[in-house]
Every structure is written in C-alpha cells, then in structure tokens.
C-alpha cells in the first residue's frame, strides 16, 4: 500500500546546496528523500526547492497561535520557523512558552522556539512575569528549545550585568546560539556587544535590528550574522539587501512581527521575488531563505538533499515565487493558494486584571507634564520603522489641561497597566494624523499593557474599555462605529481561523484609515511599538515617558 507521504514527483529541481538546476524527479518514501533522478528529457516547467524559513519571528504578532500562524504560512511555502515566544513570555511567564511549544506540536510544521532572554525588558515597564535566569537554563534543557532568544539589553551585555552573564553562559553551556538585538550600536560598542564583553570571538551571533547598510557592515566585521527583517511595521530589506551580493553565506530572512492580513498575502516568498528583482543570484538568494537558517539553528529540516525529510515546495517560477504546492515530512500541506493543516481546538490562558478606565484619569494637567521653555515632549512616530524621534513642539491647552491638536497631528496617547489598577501613563505623539476617534491594543511590545492613541479623551476611554472588555484586543472608535478584534489567548492571539482573523483585522485597518483618517502603513503594528523603550528614541511605558537614548525615564 502506498503511503501518504510516499510519492514520486518531477520538476526542475533547484539543488541550492550545489548550485545547479536540472529536469528530474524526487522520490519520496515515508517522509524522506530516498532518491534524486537527473532526467534531462524531461520538458516541465515547475521548479522544486527547498522550503522557505523565517529566521526569526514573533508568532503572537500575527494574532494567530502557532497552528493557525502555521495554516497560513505553508500556502507561501514556509516551512519552519525560528520563533521568539518573548511576548508571550511577558505576560504569562513559562505556562505562555510551554503554551507556544504544546500548540505548534499539534501540526506538521516545523516550529523552533527560544528562550526568551529578557522578562521583562526593562525595569522601567510593568509586565505579567519574569524569567531569571534559573528560568532560562531550565527552558534552554528543553530539546524544543534551540537557541536564547534575542538579548535586548546590550547595556547589560556591555557592564557585564551578573544575570544577563549567566543567561548567555547558560546558552553557551547548552551548545544553542545567541540571538542578539542592538539597533544602532556601531564601532567599539557593537564589538563588545558581540563578544559579550569578553575576547572569545563571536558570542551574539546575529542581528535582525540593522536599519543602514553601514551598521550591518560593522556588525559584519565583528563575525555577527545579518537577518534582513521586512515585517508589518519594520522594514529594512531596501536598506540592506545589497549586502547578499557579497555575504551570501551570512544573511538571512525574516519578518519579525507580520499581521495577519500581510501573513495571508505572502511571507518569506516575497523577499526572494523582490531580491531576484534586483538581479541578486538566484542561488544566494536561496540561501538566505531556506539553507542559512537550518544550518546556523541546526534545524531538522530538509534542504532538498537525498536522505532529507521531505521538506520542499513546488513554484511556478524563479522570479514571482508563486507557490504551487508545499510539503513537509512528505506530506502535502498546501496546495495552489490553499492550506491543507487543519485548525485544532485551543484553551486561551490570559493575565489580564484591570477596571474599565474613565475620561477623569486620562487628563493631562499643565504643570504635570515634562516641557522645555514651554514646550512638550512629543513622540514622532515613523513609518515603516521602529525606531521614534524626540520632538519639542508647541504644545495645545484647554483648561488647563494639555489636549490632543488634531490640525497639527499632535495626538494623545497613553498606556494602562493591564495586570494591576495604577495611574495611567501619558504623553503625545505625531504622524497618527487621525482626524477623529482612537485606536487602542493590547499588543504593545514588550510588556503588552495597554497603549492607545487618540483624538479626545472620550474616544480613548471608549478604545480602551472595548480591549478590557474583551481581555485583550485591537478596536477602534469614531464618532459613530466601534470596532475590535478579540485576543483573548494571553491578550496577544486569536483562537479563531486564521483567515476569519485576517479578513477582521483587514477591516478595522480599513477603519483608521478611511474612517479615522491614519496615513500610517500599519497604524496599529506601529502603535504596538511605541511602547518598546529598547529602542530609541522616545517611547512610552506604564511608568512614564522614557527617553531610549539615556535610559531613563523623561522628568
């Protein structure tokens, strides 16, 4: 009897680990590659190469659990993925990464998680749990677990501060590689960072946080690996995909944090057609997409190789990257435009233990809020990036209380503790542009207490109180509408179809900005960054305003 995942199939395979293509078929017995046939009479015009992996992603920001993330993913032909349960993490301590683990197990897709290295980020922000590093060792003893995940806190790294020492020795003691994450650190600094402060040679052996060329080449010189990050909100690939051309062996792909919506439309596939765009050789552009990523993590995943699982895809061609079909372990889990992994029953766990808030908290008295000959510190949020500026601008007032200037696209934004009733954090922000309404998450990177933006305390009360309500959620409000995607699993992800949650998040994006009137890409990918201190320049916490370049809070 013929079993499901034994098959013979014939295309134009694309062997990137000998850089050569020809006509020829694959035949697949029980889940691996028994045999490689050239068949040089063979006219076909399909193309069969590895899959494709995302070398470093947060499952939760694309508001799916890692089966629903993993019923999308294959239809573009991914594979696996290298995935950072950091957010969760942040709010449910070890039950959110064991959570992650259990849940990608129940498809046939190749998740490879981390442990998350910095719980909470900082000190200046309220999160849901810690994880010391006791915590680390034990999760990095795990066989699921295959490297520490990215170490934000490269002040630490840099002074030798005595836990983040043990969570990188930890790893070391492991054998499983470090992911860094130092955005802006150039020179003597990025040296450092990437020896731990010590002269072993590399230590924090990537970087998916480059936003210039000339960053990543630093990080280059120093050993470090180079992780081209295109997501939802930050997107680097025109900055530093030059860099293929010459560091073919260590650069790879990633997304990052991808919304639903964008996951539903392509993933990794996109990159390789915007690089082949670009004249960048075919061959290199593979291995930063499929073979990289498998060799740097030590993924169990096929590279199209006799004795291989089978883990391949069939595309249309070598330029679009339209996938036909997709297989893992040999078995067919997507096929023209359709997933084939079937959605299996979740059990949401939350922390989430906050009051509904009211407009009185959300004031801003004069005299209460940090200013500079008069005028107030503004957050200016940018398009595409994570990064923010630090503004000084004339700032509006009406009875005594600073307010949102809509006409000047000065906006209030704040942040609730969602794990405890506190005082609210607030401060304002530039390049929302809403005209009218509020835009509220509870997505807000890394702590995911509440952040939301808006034109009037009314809007934003009623933004915030539709999330508490929900336990978790992204909503939106005008003058007449109200509209929210439920997160209910931890605050961050949907339980539901991932289609049916990108099909809702499409049409409440549609909202701020037809509605609200948002210019921003992705306006709430964008909010849920303007809580993240680790990166500069000004951002907002539970606790205050921070200023990222200092390191302290904005008095």
Known sequence: MMLQNSFIIQGNIVDVVHQQIFAGEINVVDGKIQSIRPKPELKVANYILPGFIDSHVHVESSMLVPSEFARLAVVHGTVGTISDPHEIANVCGMKGVEFMIENGKKVNFKFYFGAPSCVPATTFETAGAVLDSNDVKKLLAKDEIVYLSEMMNFPG???????????????????????????????????????????????????????????????????????????????????????????????????????????????????????????????????????????HYNMNVGLLQVGDNADFVVAEDLKNFKILQTYINGIKVAENGKTFIQSVPVQPINQFNCNNISTEQLKIKVGEYPTVDNKIYVIEALDGQLITNKLLLQGKQQNNEWISDVENDILKMVVVNRYSNAPIAKCFIKNFALKHGALASSVAHDSHNIVAVGCDDESLAKAINLVIKEKGGVSAVSNNKEMIVGLPVAGLMSADDGYKVSEAYTNIDIMTKKDLGSTLGAPFMTLSFMALLVIPYLKLSDKGLFDGEKFEFVV
Do not use: W
């Open 157 to 295: 790294v840099l002074f030798k501060d005595e836990e983040v020492m043990k969570k990188l020795q930890a790893a070391i003691d492991a054998g499983k590689p470090i992911d860094g994450h130092a955005p802006g650190l150039r020179g003597e600094k990025a040296k450092q960072y990437i020896q731990a402060s010590g002269n072993n040679g590399v230590i924090i052996s990537t970087d998916h946080e480059c936003f210039t060329k000339e960053e990543a080449l630093d990080k280059l010189k120093y050993g470090m690996k180079i992780l081209i990050r295109e997501g939802s909100a930050a997107k680097n690939f025109e900055a530093l995909i030059d860099l293929l051309n010459d560091y073919e062996d260590r650069i790879m792909f990633c997304s990052d944090d991808k919304h639903p919506d964008s996951l539903a439309i392509g993933h990794i596939n996109q990159l390789c057609a915007r690089a082949v765009a670009k004249g960048i050789n075919i061959f290199k552009v593979l291995k930063a997409a499929c073979l990289n990523p498998v060799a």
